[in-house]
């Protein structure tokens, strides 16, 4: 019959060997999952970069250069103002146009109805 | 052997306590770098989002700053074309009033054999003598009277534009008794015509009828193109009193 301290040997050292394998998959594992999350960082600053570098493209905004909420809402009044001016010339012109057919059209008519001898 | 063995497994049980401790530490570190890294995502992630929607904003703003600039660029071209046409209309009611001027010239002396007046009456044999603002000369059948301008018949309204509200109508005379305010009222608005105030012409008549006994300026015999019995005709002034009625002395031509 062998002694129990010969038998609990091999097992203490097996259970060592478990447990240092475990242990070093645990790690392992850890720090692939570490190395993923690096090369996100990475992917994730390299494309700030480029955001940035297409911001930068946009070229200098003036004083429209500094992000802020109310520029927005500023030039889109501006804009609108715009569009409502251009409307107002655009009708404008079309009056004016129009008035001027009346008057050369009168003045033809009556220069063929009374003709001047100067 | 039995303390050998002991002191061998206690050997182990130190060496795997050691190895336990040191594994452990091993892993707390990695967890921490995943943790640290996990939170870098985190961060890199927002710096994306917010670079995303200021880029976003950036383009947004470019693009309204240039429309903005465009449709500034336009309204400076139409602003432009209504100045031309402005100038344009300009042109064409001083024309206007210069053809009038000239019809309203070769009025004078007009003969029609006869004249239908609003007033009911009918001149017959007519030539007209003179012509201002208000009235008209006229010799007649039966002798020469003043007649109302608001009295003429309309065709003769039509061809002086008496107030400049009678429209041609498209030259076919069919609309000459309509009144339109259309281009007429544009020009007298305009003020070109000497009915809307009195010109220096008229200025001058108001001064001599005031003052029967002036000799009045010689020097219009110069511009005097047409006499007739004590009247002359000055292009632009019309028919003036010659004497001391009028602007223009009696004697000198």
């Given at each position: 019959m062998p002694r129990p301290l010969s038998v609990l040997i091999p097992l203490f050292g097996s259970l060592v060997l478990v447990l240092c394998s475990t242990g070093c998959g645990v790690k392992g594992k850890l720090e692939e999952e570490t190395q993923q999350l690096r090369s996100v960082v990475m992917e994730k600053k390299m494309e700030v970069k480029r955001l940035e570098m297409e911001s930068a493209s946009v070229g200098n905004l003036g004083r429209y250069d500094i992000p802020r909420v109310e520029y927005l809402s500023e030039l889109k009044d501006r804009l609108a103002s715009l569009k409502r001016d251009g409307a107002r010339l655009v009708a404008e012109r079309e009056t004016k146009a129009q008035s001027l057919k009346r008057m050369e059209d009168e003045l033809s008519a009556y220069q063929t109805k009374f003709p001047s001898n100067n | 052997?039995?303390?050998?063995?002991?002191?061998?497994?206690?050997?182990?049980?130190?060496?795997?306590?050691?190895?336990?401790?040191?594994?452990?530490?091993?892993?707390?570190?990695?967890?921490?770098?995943?943790?640290?890294?996990k939170r870098e995502v985190g961060l890199m992630e927002g710096a994306v989002?917010?670079?995303?929607?200021?880029?976003?904003?950036?383009?947004?703003?470019?693009?309204?700053?240039?429309?903005?600039?465009?449709?500034?660029?336009?309204?400076?071209?139409?602003?432009?074309?209504?100045?031309?046409?402005?100038?344009?209309?300009?042109?064409?009611?001083?024309?206007?009033?210069?053809?009038?001027?000239?019809?309203?010239?070769?009025?004078?002396?007009l003969v029609m054999d006869e004249m239908p007046l609003k007033n009911g009456l009918v001149l017959k044999r007519v030539r007209?003598?003179?012509?201002?603002?208000?009235?008209?000369?006229?010799?007649?059948?039966?002798?020469?009277?003043?007649?109302?301008?608001?009295?003429?018949?309309?065709?003769?309204?039509?061809?002086?534009?008496?107030?400049?509200?009678?429209?041609?109508?498209?030259?076919?005379?069919?609309?000459?008794?309509?009144?339109?305010?259309?281009?007429?009222?544009?020009?007298?608005?305009?003020?070109?015509?000497?009915?809307?105030?009195?010109?220096?012409?008229?200025?001058?008549?108001?001064?001599?009828?005031?003052?029967?006994?002036?000799?009045?300026?010689?020097?219009?015999?110069?511009?005097?193109?047409?006499?007739s019995l004590n009247r002359a005709f000055i292009p632009g002034q019309g028919w003036l009193e010659v004497g001391t009625l009028g602007p223009i002395p009696g004697s000198g031509k």
């Open positions: - | 052997m039995g303390k050998i063995v002991v002191f061998g497994i206690l050997c182990m049980v130190l060496i795997g306590i050691m190895y336990g401790v040191h594994h452990t530490t091993a892993i707390d570190e990695a967890t921490r770098a995943l943790e640290e890294a989002k917010y670079q995303q929607n200021v880029t976003a904003w950036r383009k947004e703003l470019a693009a309204m700053i240039a429309a903005a600039d465009i449709l500034t660029r336009d309204h400076g071209v139409i602003r432009a074309e209504i100045r031309g046409l402005e100038q344009a209309e300009t042109r064409a009611a001083d024309s206007f009033v210069r053809s009038v001027e000239k019809v309203r010239e070769e009025t004078v002396g007209i003598q003179n012509l201002d603002r208000t009235e008209m000369s006229v010799m007649h059948s039966e002798g020469i009277s003043k007649v109302l301008l608001e009295d003429l018949p309309d065709n003769l309204k039509e061809r002086l534009r008496i107030g400049m509200n009678f429209v041609a109508s498209g030259s076919n005379g069919s609309g000459a008794n309509r009144v339109d305010s259309s281009v007429s009222d544009r020009i007298a608005e305009m003020g070109r015509f000497r009915e809307e105030a009195p010109d220096k012409k008229d200025e001058k008549k108001v001064k001599v009828k005031s003052n029967p006994k002036t000799d009045g300026d010689p020097a219009l015999w110069n511009s005097v193109t047409r006499k």
